[in-house]
């Protein structure tokens, strides 16, 4: 498999003497940060690659919404609940402004839908995991949306500009996700003992795979080379993983809980911690479908769109009706 992969060193990314005009001038607006939008001239590689980025990254927002969901009916209070609703809400939204942000590319809703439901396009491997304990909503806040927005907010300035616009309110939302799962976490590891034990078997279960929604290393990824090229990504897999252990470390050590990592060390030389990779194994099991939860997580949406389909049905009916109604009016 890994042979047939294009290595983000830059193999397979044509320099501006190779390009023909329009793809030099495409390039170039690109080299000077100018933001693509809708109508302009980009070449096939472009759009279909932020097609695949954009709506896989809408996807995941939408299946994610389903392991924290699972714990809405038994957050321990009120306020909890309000606040887990109201992310889960949040995670909706983000979908439908990536899904809109897909659309200007000249692909429909529908189809993005259709190729996530049949298996065909992907969503983050982490939703792939189940929620266990309470203790799980602090680490999907912590870790979760601590690596999304790691990896979201150099997005907002990427090079296709309803993307770049999206990212924006996204990160904002996310940014408020991360600090309640933080503060989450907070009260278990400073709680009863057995509260404490459970912050770090969720911190135990989801550093892993945390890890891994950054992707593979950088010589294993497939796409980093053009997509840098190309600004759709800002950084490499391995950069922003690196960003986010640093960033992740002392706040497990603030929290008093271990990080699962016996190789863990703080590297002077480097000025980054030196860490064990994740089980590349298991992250590519998981991207072949065999992970956790990956057969419960496609029925799960199959169901809600099989369930949906009157709601649909209707609201389309609605507006065909006063569509025909405007029309009768202009008419006469
Ligand atoms: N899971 O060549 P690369 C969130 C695939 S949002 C599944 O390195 P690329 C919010 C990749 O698609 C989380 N598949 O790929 C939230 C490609 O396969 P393909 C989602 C993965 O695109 C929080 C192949 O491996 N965020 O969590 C994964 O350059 C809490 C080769 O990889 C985004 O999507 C993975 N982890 O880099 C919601 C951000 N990693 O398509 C609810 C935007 C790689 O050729 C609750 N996306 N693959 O068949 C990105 O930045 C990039 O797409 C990466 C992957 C970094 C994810």
Redesign the pocket.
């Known amino acids: 498999m890994y042979a047939q992969?294009i290595k983000?060193t830059g193999e397979g990314v044509k320099s501006l003497d190779e390009m023909d005009p329009q793809e030099r001038a495409f390039q170039e607006r690109i080299n000077a940060n100018d933001k693509i939008e809708p109508k302009d001239w980009m070449p096939d590689g472009y759009r279909k690659?932020l097609i695949?980025?954009?709506g896989?990254?809408a996807h995941?927002?939408i299946?994610?919404?389903l392991?924290?969901g699972n714990w809405i009916t038994r957050a321990p209070t009120l306020e909890r609940k309000a606040i887990l609703l109201a992310?889960?809400q949040d995670?909706a939204g983000?979908g439908l402004y990536l899904y809109c942000a897909a659309e200007t590319l000249g692909v429909s809703r529908d189809q993005m839908t259709r190729d996530l439901l049949s298996g065909k396009?992907?969503?983050?491997?982490?939703?792939n995991y189940p929620t266990l304990t309470w203790a799980d909503m602090g680490a999907?806040?912590w870790l979760?949306?601590g690596?999304?927005i790691m990896?979201?907010v150099p997005?907002q300035r990427t090079s296709y500009g309803p993307y770049a616009r999206a990212m924006v309110r996204i990160c904002k939302e996310?940014s408020f996700?991360q600090r309640q799962g933080y503060d989450i976490m907070m009260k278990m590891a400073n709680g009863t003992e057995a509260q404490r034990k459970m912050a770090q078997d969720a911190l135990n279960r989801f550093w892993g795979p945390s890890l891994?929604?950054?992707?593979?290393s950088d010589e294993?990824?497939?796409?980093?080379a053009q997509?840098m090229a190309w600004k759709?990504?800002m950084n490499s897999?391995d950069e922003?993983r690196q960003k986010f252990v640093d960033q992740t470390v002392p706040q497990a050590e603030y929290l008093g809980l271990t990080v699962p990592d016996d190789t863990l060390r703080w590297n002077e030389e480097r000025g980054h911690y030196d860490f064990a990779q994740p089980d590349w194994d298991e992250?590519f099991d998981?991207?072949k479908g065999n992970g956790p939860c990956n057969t419960e997580r496609l029925e799960a949406r199959n169901k809600a769109w099989d369930e949906g389909r009157w709601v649909r049905e209707g609201l389309l009916a609605h507006a065909a009706k006063k569509r025909a109604a405007a029309a009768q009016v202009a008419a006469e």
């Open positions: 992969m983000s690659n695949r980025q954009i896989q990254h995941s927002e299946v994610g919404q392991p924290e992310k889960v995670e983000h396009m992907k969503y983050s491997s982490i939703f999907v806040g979760v949306d690596a999304a990896n979201q997005l996310e996700h891994m929604m950054f992707g593979p294993n990824s497939v796409h980093s997509s759709i990504k897999n922003l992250f998981v991207l």
